[in-house]
């Protein structure tokens, strides 16, 4: 691979999240490189999800520490981390049903929006400029990820595998420099995966973005990512390289259940 | 004054660079090429154009491509690919577009034969395809691409980006300014200006050599006839190794200076033809099927009083809109009404359809049906057929505005002399013939006969107006028992445009009378059967029931009423027909894979069927052993009816 994974720029210590007496996530740590494409796997209820939302901000750890771009806190909060480049898909898609597939990816853009809400009312010479610029923006989105010809449908009368590709589109149209992926392939037939591994490789390949994603599909986790983290019952049981982490006996365990 | 566009002058301007260079100097500032690009139409004017391919032709001429040499053009109609041809031309070289679709096992015998050396190609997809078979073909030097995504790991040195090309062919212009005129100069027009593979469905395919005088004879020949002007808009949307799209879209815009419009991807063709709004517009028949089907289908989901306006001026067009078009006289009530629903109905629908600008639309490539056809005249589409082939520019009949018929192909074009050889065979000579097949003087010399016809291989008649009818391959057309022609296709493509009937086999080579097996479409008469309250239970019960057999009936006795009035196909009226009980399958060997009747083997294996159409008999047991899809096999059987359609008298000419 001619990509170069660079230094630790999230580094995750210690995380634990409790909601009253249920222990989501025991005392968990690993870090995310530059440019790596990283998974979290494991069983339903692992944590995986709840660990994406740890890393946005949705979820406040009780103990340990999260670094991201060297920088040290307690907990995220949804806005920091929209606003330092962390972007997000959800595992159920989390989009305007009503608004055209242009709209909803703009949507993604609004960090980045300076004109404020009656330069935006009135079409004021900022708010157009800037306009304009964004959806240059979308457009070259719309362009990579091959949804010319749904550009103006209702995203809620779009199939399910191109809802995600839109909700992907979201994301990517903050211009993230890490995205986080809840099982963008959940529900999809083999050629809507296909072309989601391919999009997802070709971010991480042409833009350089830090990918972080929590995937069922293990011949898609092995095949494209770079290292693994395996969760159970909210404790990391794994984590390594594919190949290390398909022959670690907890995992297999974990997964295969272990004969008595 | 408009722009200048250039007058039929052979002298100055017999080659496409030269015309390309003259747009640029008389009118550069008008459009030649838009793309949609990121979701906005970019343009390219005349100037830009031409600037382009100059450095793409010196860039080419760089990597030391010379006269003679043939360049494959890969790709969906991409500006660049487009400018590609030009370059080509401008050093004397020969474009070769191929299907974008074909695998990479496919194109490798046109690579071959070709004996390809360059290639421009517009994405990473084709340049992957010619990687794939790079080593069987050793000619291949360089790969130009059009489309850099994807390609930040090739770093192979014979593939190049477009812009670096462009880029070196800048400063080889600046290094030789006079380099490229002079090779432009030296292009004749009797020199080949492009080459088109045939499909080979007989046999490999050929190359189409073709001349730049044969390409600008037939653009000028259509520019005529249509009356096109360089304002005009086209959509440039069908492969480009098809020469209906070389003719349109390259040839035709250079020579009247049109602007082409290139769709953002494949997908998006409807909604960019809705926003270009082509004043000029090409398409093969099944194009326009499921535009009416869309159309048709959305109605149904509409109001009722938007349904009844709809289906009441639609009643009103069909009487009275064809004729309009035409500028036949039409009474003052029914012009009324037309004007009213021009208003309400029809021009919203061209709206629609993305049509409303159209001056002159083309369809060709199959036999399009009459209800079809007369549809979009009836709205106000000056909808039309052509006839040609690769051989000959495409252009060899066109209908002229004013005497279009929906089962014609239209008078010979200005320049084109037309005649049928004895079997019936349509022989055309005039400008736009082949140069010949590449390096098949064999080829050539079998399909040009002494006179200098080419020979079609399809079998026509010139009716009393004066136009050619396609009635049949050549090869397929047999003769009756009074030695009248028999084209079993033509009266089966007759029938079929009745939406009841799926299939037809006609019988009548050697015999005194036509006879046939009609296989009903099982979801239109079932539909027609359930709302006439027609109980039935399956396939065989529904082609068993008599008010089934009176509808097939009419839809017969139509087709021969049609039939008679031709002297030449008059005698092909089908006497006596049946509905066979089982549909014809490929499982069963009856078809071929691409669904074509196997005629031999129906008629072999049906022989007691025929023998009763023949005999007189009024019904005939018949059962037939049939393959599920599952492989089982099972038996079904039925006492087939006989039924006798009306015939009517030869060639009443004045109906």
Known sequence: MSKQIGEVILDLQNISLRFGGVKALTDISFDVREHEIRAIIGPNGAGKSSMLNVINGVYHPQEGVIIFHGRERKKMEPHHAATQGIARTFQNIALFKGMSVLDNIMTGRITRMKANFIEHALWLGRAKREELEHRKKVEEVIDFLEIQHIRKTPVGRLPYGLQKRVELGRALAAEPSMLLLDEPMAGMNVEEKQDMCRFILDVNDQFGTTIVLIEHDMGVVMDISDRVVVLDYGKKIGDGLPDDVKNNEDVIAAYLGVSH | ?655
């Not at chain 2, 027009?189 to 046999?203: A, F, K």
């Not at chain 2, 010949?436 to 079998?459: C, H, L, N, V």
């Not at chain 2, 089966?492 to 006879?515: A, M, P, S, T």
């Not at chain 2, 069963?588 to 083997?601: A, G, I, P, W």
Request: proline residues 5%; contains cysteine; aromatic residues 10%.
């Open chain 2, 1 to 655: 004054m408009s722009f200048g566009a250039p007058t039929g002058t052979p002298e100055g301007l017999g080659t496409f660079p030269r015309l390309l260079f003259h747009h640029a100097q008389t009118r550069g500032d008008a459009p030649a090429i838009r793309e949609k690009d990121l979701g906005i139409w970019q343009t390219w004017t005349w100037s830009d154009v031409a600037e382009r391919v100059r450095a793409l032709a010196s860039g080419l001429a760089a990597l030391g491509f010379k006269r003679g040499d043939n360049l494959a053009i890969i790709g969906d109609n991409r500006p660049h690919l487009y400018m590609m041809m030009s370059a080509a031309q401008c050093l004397g070289g020969v474009p070769v577009p191929f299907y974008q679709d074909a695998v990479a096992d496919e194109m490798l015998f046109v690579l071959k034969d070709a004996a390809i050396r360059f290639a421009a190609v517009e994405d990473q997809e084709q340049v992957d395809k010619l990687l794939d078979v790079m080593d069987r073909v050793p000619l291949l030097e360089h790969i130009v691409y059009d489309d850099p995504r994807g390609m930040r790991h090739y770093n192979q040195p014979f593939l190049h980006d477009i812009h670096a090309l462009m880029e070196m062919g800048r400063i080889h212009n600046r290094n030789h300014p006079d380099f490229l005129d002079a090779e432009v100069a030296q292009g004749r027009t009797d020199d080949v200006s492009v080459m088109l593979y045939t499909s080979g469905t007989t046999g490999m395919p050929k190359g189409v050599c073709q001349t730049h005088s044969a390409f600008i004879a037939s653009a000028q020949g259509g520019r005529q006839i249509d009356q096109l002007e360089a304002t005009g808009d086209i959509l440039s949307y069908l492969p480009m190794a098809w020469v209906g799209d070389h003719l349109f879209s390259f040839a035709q815009a250079l020579v009247v200076g049109f602007t082409i419009n290139c769709p953002e991807s494949g997908d998006t063709v409807m909604t960019d033809l809705r926003e270009i709004g082509p004043t000029y517009y090409f398409a093969p028949p099944r194009v326009f099927e499921s535009l009416l089907t869309s159309v048709m289908i959305r109605m149904e989901d509409a109001g009722v009083i938007k349904r009844r306006m709809f289906h009441y001026f639609l009643g009103v067009a069909k009487r009275c809109g064809s004729a309009i078009l035409d500028g036949k006289p039409v009474g003052l009530g029914d012009r009324l009404l037309y004007g009213l629903g021009t208003l309400l109905v029809y021009g919203p629908l061209r709206n629609v359809l993305g049509l409303s600008r159209i001056r002159v639309a083309y369809t060709a490539g199959a036999a399009i049906g009459p209800e079809l056809f007369s549809f979009y005249r009836s709205i106000g589409i000056n909808l039309k057929q052509l006839y040609g082939q690769t051989e000959t520019c495409a252009y060899v009949c066109l209908q002229p505005d004013g005497q279009v018929k929906p089962s014609s192909v239209g008078a010979p074009a200005p320049g084109v002399e037309i005649k049928i050889a004895d079997n019936g065979e349509v022989l055309v000579k005039g400008p736009m013939l082949l140069k010949g097949y590449y390096q098949r003087p064999d080829a050539t010399a079998e399909s040009i006969d002494a006179d200098g016809y080419f020979m079609t291989g399809d079998a026509g008649f010139i009716d009393a107006d004066g136009h050619l009818n396609i009635i049949d391959r050549a090869k397929d057309v047999g003769k009756l028992a009074n030695g009248a022609m028999f084209a079993p296709n033509y009266i089966e493509n007759k029938l079929k445009f009745f939406q009841y009937i799926k299939e037809v086999v006609c019988f009548g080579h050697e015999r005194d009378r036509v006879c046939a097996f009609v296989n009903i479409d099982v979801g239109a008469v079932g539909n027609w059967a359930e709302r006439r309250g027609i109980a039935y239970s399956g396939y065989t019960d529904l082609t068993g029931k008599p008010p089934v057999h009176e509808l097939i009936k009419t839809c017969v006795d139509e087709v021969n009423a049609t039939l008679a009035q031709d002297a030449m196909v008059a005698e092909s009226q089908i006497h006596r027909f049946l509905i066979l009980h089982k549909e014809l399958d490929p499982d069963d060997d009856e078809l071929t894979r691409t669904r074509k009747v196997r005629r031999n083997f129906v008629a072999k294996k049906y022989q007691v069927l025929i023998d009763a159409l023949y005999g007189g008999q009024a019904t005939q047991f018949i059962e037939t052993e049939v393959k599920f899809e599952d492989g089982r096999r099972g038996k079904v059987s039925a006492d087939l009816r006989i039924i006798d359609a009306e015939t009517f008298p030869v060639a009443k000419q004045a109906a």
